[in-house]
């Protein structure tokens, strides 16, 4: 884990409150992995006080360079979408544990709304995997996922963009066809994407969220509920990415 000021390259809207954000980071993107994440310190003063976890959505090794997708919901990211090109953040990271990678087996990535930021990486690196993407009404990202998959499901609610609806219902058509799920979005999904694989035996993999205080193991904020009910586990160095059979997501 390093700690860099980095130079912001470009930041701009892809979508309603949507932002993407493009850093250069030398010492960060040497270690990257897909599903790990960046602590960001939202400004120069200690208002807002705490960092915010964004994951890496994008590296370009070669080049230094780290793409993120963040939507802006509250003080800090608001602060995000006002940085300019040139300015520079102070970031933490990588962070956590990522997505294990099973290059020679069938898998499939599902991400929904924002929860596609974790994905690209994931899907650049596993190169063959069919991926379901689903948003409320705007998409964002799709060519590049597309340009990592020839199988890819679109899903919008109101049916805009692909197909009207869910990206799970084509999930649970496919299931049969995979050993690995790979997931990120809101909660009532990955609670289903959970039964959904482990009904049927599947292997799968959650990226996580909860707020988040340090960052690094040492201040419990981010404990979320292990399957075991006597546990607890770390979000930010436990995961954020878990095996499905590691944590509950029962409310
Ligand atoms: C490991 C990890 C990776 C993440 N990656 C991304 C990403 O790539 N792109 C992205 O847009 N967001 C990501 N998030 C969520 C992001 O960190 C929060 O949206 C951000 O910290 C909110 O900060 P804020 O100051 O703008 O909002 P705040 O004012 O702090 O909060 C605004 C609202 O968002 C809720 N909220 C804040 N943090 C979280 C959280 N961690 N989980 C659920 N709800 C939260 C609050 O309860 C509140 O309702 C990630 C979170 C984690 C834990
Ligand atoms: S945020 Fe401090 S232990 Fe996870």
């Given amino acids: 884990m390093k700690r860099e000021f980095c130079k912001i390259l470009s930041n701009y809207e892809v979508a309603d409150a949507v932002?993407?954000?493009?850093?250069?980071?030398k010492?960060?993107?040497?270690?990257?992995?897909?599903g790990q994440f960046l602590h960001i310190k939202p400004s120069q003063n200690?208002?807002?006080?705490?960092?915010?976890?964004?994951?890496?959505?994008?590296?370009?090794?070669?080049?230094?360079?780290?793409?993120?997708?963040?939507?802006?919901?509250?003080?800090?990211?608001?602060?995000?979408?006002?940085?300019?090109p040139g300015d520079y953040l102070d970031i933490?990271?990588?962070?956590?544990?990522?997505?294990?990678?099973?290059?020679?087996?069938?898998?499939?990535?599902?991400?929904?709304?924002?929860?596609?930021?974790?994905l690209l990486y994931l899907s650049k690196r596993l190169k063959k995997a069919d991926i379901y993407l689903?948003?409320?009404?705007?998409?964002?990202?799709?060519?590049?996922?597309?340009?990592?998959?020839?199988?890819?499901?679109?899903?919008?609610?109101n049916g805009s963009r692909g197909s009207k609806g869910y990206p799970m219902e084509a999930?649970?058509?496919?299931?049969?066809?995979?050993?690995?799920?790979?997931?990120?979005?809101?909660?009532?999904?990955?609670?289903?994407?959970?039964?959904?694989c482990e009904k049927?035996?599947?292997?799968?993999?959650?990226?996580m969220e909860e707020r988040m205080g340090c960052g690094i193991g040492a201040c419990l904020v981010c404990a979320c509920q292990s399957s075991n009910i006597e546990e607890y586990k770390k979000v930010c160095s436990d995961g954020p990415v878990f095996n499905s059979k590691e944590v509950s997501l029962d409310d």
């Fill in 46 to 84: 200690y208002d807002p006080l705490l960092r915010r976890p964004i994951s890496i959505c994008d590296l370009e090794q070669d080049k230094g360079r780290i793409t993120l997708l963040y939507r802006v919901c509250g003080k800090g990211t608001s602060l995000f979408s006002g940085i300019k």
């Fill in 92 to 118: 933490m990271g990588p962070l956590g544990k990522g997505f294990p990678i099973f290059e020679n087996k069938r898998t499939s990535i599902i991400g929904g709304g924002i929860g596609v930021a974790p």
């Fill in 171 to 196: 999930l649970e058509k496919n299931i049969s066809f995979y050993d690995v799920v790979y997931a990120c979005g809101p909660r009532k999904m990955l609670s289903a994407i959970k039964r959904l």
């Fill in 27 to 34: 010492s960060i993107s040497k270690e990257a992995l897909p």
């Fill in 19 to 25: 932002y993407k954000m493009v850093i250069e980071s």
């Fill in 134 to 157: 689903g948003f409320k009404d705007e998409v964002y990202m799709i060519e590049e996922f597309m340009s990592c998959s020839d199988d890819i499901y679109i899903y919008t609610e």
């Fill in 200 to 207: 049927n035996q599947v292997e799968c993999y959650l990226s």
